[in-house]
Every structure is written in C-alpha cells, then in structure tokens.
C-alpha cells in the first residue's frame, strides 16, 4: 500500500466505512488534482459525451447537467484517475489487494437548480456484484451541508437490492425480475433512518459503497456544486446481468461477458497496485 493512502486514510474511517457504508475524508486531494478535474469538467460542459443528460427543464432555474464515461477522451479525467491517490486509496477502503476503475461520472448542478437527486443506491444500475466496492464523490467547491449528498448509514448491510430510478422524475426502472424492491419512504420516515452529511470544502471526499442508499439535495443558492465521482472495484466484484438495461450500458457498449467473470482490464484496467494496463483500450 503507497504511503499517500496510509497517511490520508486512517483506521478509523475504514472503520466507519464499513460499518456506515459511507464516510468523509478530508484534505485528500490536493489542488494539483483539483485543478485537473476542474479544466475537465469545464471541457466536458462544452464536449458533452454521447450519454449527457440535461435533467433541467427548458424553462427551469439553474442547469443540472449528468455525463459519464469519458475518462478516455477528457485528458484530465485520464490523468487523474490513473496518476492520482485515488486507486490506492480505493483498494486501502475496500481492504482489496487491487483496485479496477469503473467509470467515472460527472454532476453538475448550477446556482438556483431546484432538481434534486432521488434516493437510490448504485450497484442495480451497473453489471456489477460484489461486496468491494467504493464511489468516491469529489466536490471542486465548498458543499454546505444543506446541499451535500446524504447517505443512510448502514443501508449497504441491508441485504436488498432496490429498484433504480430515474434521475429526471424519479421512476423505477422497468425491471422485470424479482428481488428488488421500491426505495423506502426515507424522508416521510425520518425517525426510522441515521441519515449521515457533512460540510465540505475543495480537497474533501465522500466515499460510499455502492449498496448505500444516497441522494442529493437541489443547489438553490449562490455557489456551484461541481461533484466528479469516480468509481471503483475490488478484489471480490464480478460480472452480472440486470433484468433490464444498466447504466452505464457497458453490455450494449460491447462489453462480452458472462455472469461470474472477473471484469475485463482491457475496459476496466487495474490502476493499484501500480503497473497494471493504466491506458485501457474501451472506445
């Protein structure tokens, strides 16, 4: 394990990491990383990548603007993920030997947008199962927390799969397989959850696993609210097929694989411990 994930992540937010499924860490990138991820950001505003999604309104305040997979084509995505601490400290959370990038994903939401992010947890979105797994949520402005995303402590140790939802109007996927289940009523039902957020500034993380239910409030002040999440897999993840369509659709995108196999470093290239494939080769 590299000293850079030794030093920024200690015992204890292991600890809380596995007990709660979501913890933060502050002071974990320094503004060398911060000013490559925002350069990114802004290209990736005015490139957007096949999949953005404006979920604003035409008439409606603000601008909540969604993209993903473009670690590839946006230079300072690729260097961040492949050059920064962030593998190494996946793998120091998730207590891998190795840590896989997924993809990344990108959320935007401008001064005055009043569309919050629904409750959901990650891993029935994705072709993906396991335990080892971690999404870090790296702000490039200071996030009150009135409007920091929220997790419910402890979700990930559940034992059930939600149905996805639809960011723009909060509907379930149309999955038709059994064993998931409707999101819970979080915020009729306050007494019944722990609901876990913080105060951030730049250089801050969440990092939360993918069975952790979370959302995201709307961005109705003054400030942006520029959140890059990366996300990555462990030692124990494996391919698995959904009963409908995954997002991102790594499947329809040529991913081949079948349920049980380890995922392709050819697309999800092994960046810790360090001389894996760090390039990749998905287009």
Known sequence: MSQDAQSLISDDDIGRFRRDGAVVLRQVFSPHWLDRLAQGIE????????????????????????????????PQYRYFVTRSPAAAMAARLMGSKHAQFFHEHVLVKEPGTEEPTPWH??????????????????????????VCPNFVAGSHRWGKLFYPRMFRDGENYDYNG?????????????????????????????AFNYKTLHNAPPNPGPGR???????????????????????????EMGVDL??????????????WPPGGDEEGAAA
């Open 43 to 74: 290209r990736n505003l005015a490139l957007p990548g096949p999949m953005a999604i404006h979920y604003t309104g035409e008439d409606a305040p603000g601008r909540f603007f969604g993209d993903y997979c473009n670690w590839q084509r946006i």
């Open 121 to 146: 947890h990650d891993l029935p979105y994705y072709c993906v199962d396991g335990d080892d797994t971690v999404s870090f949520w790296t702000p490039l402005d200071p996030v009150p927390e009135q």
């Open 178 to 206: 059994s064993g998931y289940e409707p999101v819970p009523d979080i915020e009729g039902e306050p007494d019944d959850y722990d609901v876990l957020s913080w105060s951030l500034e730049p250089g801050d993380t969440l």
């Open 225 to 251: 609210r520029r959140g890059f999440a990366h996300r990555w897999l462990g030692d124990d993840v494996r391919f698995c097929e959904r009963p409908g369509k995954s997002s991102p659709p790594f499947p």
């Open 258 to 271: 079948k349920p049980g196999d380890c995922m392709r470093e050819d697309w999800f290239p092994v960046i």
